[in-house]
């Protein structure tokens, strides 16, 4: 094959699609890029990727375009160049625009692999790059396949061999496509901040950390007078910080504790310089988690049963998964019955009670701030039924869903 021509066919196309194009040997030798210098730093990351997956050890005549998308969101696609030592490497792309605080945490999580990449290249070069849809980027990779290999291989295909690469590729691609229809990730309109504080008092009280690390990032949704990013930021986590310590005290943790950790963590914000320093302590609602899972500890039965102390946790953690008696008897070494036995003497509690009071809590939160429909809950909460979830919350409340979501929701 003419690599010149090749090169230059794929500056073309490049150019016309606005997506950065590199092509490598079996080492990893770069060969060209195009358009953009910064793509070829940035894809290091892709490659990575590959590695973890194995993609890269071996390029048979016949394998297919892969995909591989990094936690932020962040597309690269490899193709095979049949009958040679060559591969195509695209990207990276975005599914759709960030805001700037999303960008810093994309940046963030990329310095450890990449020390050089300054934040300020990072932003220009999601700036000058075209932003594609997710289905459109498998598109691309499907048509440059037919082009330079001659073989058609459907952009279905190239999304379904994605979505089974791993045990949560499905879900991460369903993740995916939510954020793409809701065009933008992580940000909170003003006029709803007060819901989103609610939200975030209500889960530190109840001690759900998980939920709460699932939430947008506190910093940039408020509204500041501060000259400078760094310093509105800055504003942001100390109000996070004040309601967090407040909330935790109001889900049963000492004040003198909550005082201290407010403390050290508003010792903290003042101390950083630089926002991806900053961007660490709300990256992900670390922060509010914290005050969570000290109220999470407050609240835990604490037994002298290990085996009890152990299913506790893990109920706690996975309380949105499928979940029996058996199943946890197994993960303790125990037999059912055994194990029922010693949490109702430990706990006073029957173990499916305990299950069923820790999912119902999740759904009360579910039903104040979000509009999820009662199946749609029911499901996020691997309970068996829409009916089943209804009897076991009346049950646990003495309320129907409905009836608690009128008197409740903000």
């Known amino acids: 094959?003419?690599?010149l021509a090749l090169s230059?066919?794929?500056?073309?196309?490049?150019?016309?699609?606005?997506?950065?194009?590199?092509?490598?040997?079996?080492?990893?030798?770069?060969?060209?890029?195009?358009?953009?210098?910064?793509?070829?730093?940035?894809?290091?990351?892709?490659?990575?990727?590959?590695?973890?997956?194995?993609?890269?050890?071996?390029?048979?005549d016949d394998e297919p375009p892969r995909c591989v998308i990094s936690p932020d969101f962040l597309m690269y696609g490899k193709i095979p160049v049949q009958g040679t030592e060559y591969f195509l490497f695209l990207g990276p792309v975005l599914n759709y625009q960030r805001n700037e605080e999303q960008l810093l945490r994309a940046f963030t999580n990329l310095q450890p692999a990449l020390p050089t990449l300054e934040f300020s290249d990072f932003r220009s070069y999601f700036q000058t790059v075209k932003t594609v849809r997710s289905s459109d980027f498998f598109t691309h990779l499907s048509a440059l396949n037919g082009l330079i290999n001659q073989v058609y291989v459907p952009s279905d295909a190239i999304t379904s061999s994605f979505m089974s690469s791993s045990e949560n590729s499905a879900t991460f691609y369903s993740s995916l496509m939510s954020h793409e229809k809701s065009h933008v990730i992580d940000e909170v309109p003003r006029s709803d901040n007060y819901e989103y504080e609610a939200r975030i008092m209500y889960l530190i009280s109840h001690g759900q950390s998980e939920e709460l690390r699932r939430l947008p990032s506190f910093s940039g949704h408020l509204p500041s007078l501060a000259s400078t990013s760094l310093r509105a930021s800055k504003n942001a986590l100390i109000i996070l910080n004040s309601l967090s310590s407040r909330a935790a005290i109001k889900g049963g943790?000492?004040?003198?504790?909550?005082?201290?950790?407010?403390?050290?963590f508003l010792?903290?914000?003042?101390?950083?310089?630089?926002?991806?320093?900053?961007?660490?302590?709300?990256?992900?609602?670390?922060?509010?988690?914290?005050?969570?899972?000290?109220?999470?500890?407050?609240?835990?039965p604490q037994t002298?049963?290990?085996?009890?102390?152990?299913?506790?946790?893990?109920?706690?953690?996975?309380?949105?998964?499928?979940?029996?008696?058996?199943?946890?008897?197994a993960a303790a070494g125990l037999s059912p019955e055994y194990l029922s036995t010693l949490f109702r003497q430990k706990t006073g509690d029957s173990l499916t009670h305990y299950i069923q009071e820790i999912k119902i809590n999740s759904a009360k939160a579910m039903l104040r701030f979000s509009k999820a429909s009662l199946a749609e809950i029911a499901a996020a909460l691997s309970f068996s039924s829409q009916p089943y979830f209804q009897k076991v919350f009346k049950q646990i409340t003495g309320q129907t869903p409905g009836e608690y979501r009128r008197k409740h929701e903000v």
């Open 1 to 3: 094959m003419d690599v």
């Open 8 to 60: 230059n066919s794929l500056r073309d196309y490049a150019r016309l699609s606005g997506i950065p194009i590199a092509l490598y040997d079996r080492q990893g030798e770069l060969i060209m890029h195009s358009p953009h210098p910064l793509a070829t730093l940035l894809q290091q990351d892709g490659l990575t990727l590959l590695k973890q997956e194995r993609v890269l050890e071996s390029l048979p």
């Open 253 to 264: 943790v000492e004040p003198v504790v909550a005082y201290q950790y407010a403390e050290v």
């Open 267 to 300: 010792h903290q914000i003042e101390a950083a310089v630089s926002l991806p320093q900053l961007f660490q302590m709300g990256n992900n609602m670390n922060m509010a988690a914290t005050y969570a899972d000290l109220v999470a500890s407050a609240k835990m």
């Open 304 to 329: 002298d049963s290990k085996a009890v102390n152990d299913t506790i946790s893990y109920i706690q953690k996975h309380y949105d998964a499928p979940m029996s008696v058996p199943e946890l008897a």
